[in-house]
């Protein structure tokens, strides 16, 4: 489960995840050239995602585990222009042009959270304060 937030200039995401009904600590976002990409959901196909990121995004290599219509990874890209792209199922990302977003089970927490004011950072607080399921630390990226 997680919490992710972008504020139009930081990434923010707690670092809890579960593992076979353990709470485990990872990092969900991470900087690939001069993007930042993040990750919810399965921590395994969220890896599978970034290593198709890191490798360009080439069409062809999109891993078909991704194309899963039950079990796939949402995965946000933010370039130098800002803008959020997400990848659901298929290579083609999605674009939003909103200035903030946010993304995981603790989304609405951190959405409402920016939408006062707060930073990314301290959206993913308000989330880990209020949703059980984000936790365990944050990191942060700025773009």
């Known amino acids: 489960m997680t919490c992710i937030a972008w504020d139009g200039k930081t990434l923010a995401a707690d670092k809890q ?3 076979n009904g353990l709470r485990r ?10 993007s930042l990409v993040a990750f ?9 995602m970034l290593e198709w990121i890191r490798g360009g995004c080439v069409r062809a290599d999109f891993p078909p585990s991704q194309r899963d219509k039950d079990d796939w990874t949402p995965v946000m890209v933010i370039a130098q222009d800002r803008i959020v792209r997400a990848y659901e199922r298929t290579p083609t990302p999605v674009v939003f042009e909103d200035r903030q977003y946010a993304m995981g089970c603790g989304r609405d927490y951190a959405m409402a959270a920016m939408y006062l004011g707060c930073s990314a950072q301290r959206a993913v607080e308000v989330a880990c304060a209020l949703d059980v399921h984000c936790g365990n630390g944050i990191d942060v990226l700025e773009l």
């Not at 959901?41 to 890896?47: A, R, S, V, Y």
């Open 17 to 19: 995840t579960t593992n």
């Open 25 to 34: 600590t990872t990092t969900k976002i991470h900087r690939v050239g001069s």
């Open 40 to 48: 919810s959901g399965g921590l395994d196909q969220g890896m599978l």
